[in-house]
């Protein structure tokens, strides 16, 4: 079974993929936050979705992990790149999988492009609509605590031990790992992409997302409230939702074996 870590130039940009299993290709597309890349968020479900009889792609978006910098830092260029990456691969159909910004990425894919089949969206609140005013509150609470991040140890303990539930995963490793991502060139990025243009919100476009979806939402998510899931759920046509408890932002990480099972089902069908 393939598992390796490659390049690609993907718009100029030398853009770092981990590749794992044999099967229907799935586009695994990270979130935003500071330390994210797809070495760290996807390092409990490569190996047991890929034996589910998936062929996964794993890329670090424009800016983040091990993928170069770009000059333009907004969300319409991580849409742009996480597309031509997708070309490059040359996929002729694929699933996307998406957390947080990852998910709206996804999201955008699969309204511009007839290749995309399945979703599996987790945990959005890019995408999601806003809510009431506890949830719009809550939200913006969480980005502006992602915004003060600066590059320590202890910031990067902080800013992990509330994006998962269960405490005993925040590990030295993890947190080192999310830290050393965080740091040098990739937080001058960090610090970019917080002055680029904002995200357009889809809205009503979301009921023209036709395409088969999962819905994972973490019920004790600090960041994006449960009720902006259930939103979710009934603006698109054919998704259907999960809840995990005990569970925050990462599901993929605080419910990791269930996850897999998930997700490998719903993708492998």
């Known amino acids: 079974m393939t598992n390796e870590h490659r390049y690609l130039e993907v718009d100029g940009l030398r853009t770092f993929y981990w590749t794992a299993g044999d099967g229907h290709p799935v586009v695994m597309i990270h979130g935003g936050a500071p330390g994210v890349c797809s070495l760290v968020a996807w390092k409990l479900n490569m190996e047991p979705l890929a034996a589910s009889g998936l062929c996964l792609y794993a890329f670090d978006q424009a800016g983040f992990g091990n993928t170069d910098n770009p000059t333009d830092y907004s969300m319409d260029y991580r849409v742009t790149h996480a597309r031509k990456f997708i070309d490059a691969l040359g ?113 009503e476009r979301l009921s023209d997302l036709r395409n088969r979806t999962l819905l994972i939402w973490g019920r004790n998510d600090r960041g994006v409230a449960l009720e902006r899931g259930l939103l979710l759920f009934e603006a698109l046509p054919d998704a259907e939702l999960h809840v995990f408890n005990h569970c925050g932002h990462w599901a993929f990480w605080d419910q990791a074996d269930r996850f897999n099972r998930l997700v490998g089902d719903f993708l492998g069908e």
């Open 91 to 203: 996929l002729e159909r694929f699933h996307l999988l998406g957390n947080s910004m990852g998910a709206y990425i996804a999201a955008r894919i699969a309204l511009e492009d007839p290749r995309a089949q399945r979703l599996v969206l987790i945990s959005s609140g890019t995408l999601s609509p806003p809510g009431s005013a506890a949830a719009v509150a809550q939200g913006k609470k969480h980005s502006q605590e992602l915004r003060e991040y600066t590059p320590t140890l202890e910031n990067m303990r902080a800013v992990t031990l509330k994006t998962l539930y269960r405490s005993e995963l925040v590990t030295e490793e993890l947190v080192a790992e999310r830290y050393e991502m965080s740091t040098g060139s990739r937080f001058d990025a960090i610090v970019k992409r917080w002055d680029a243009p904002p995200w357009k919100p889809l809205g």
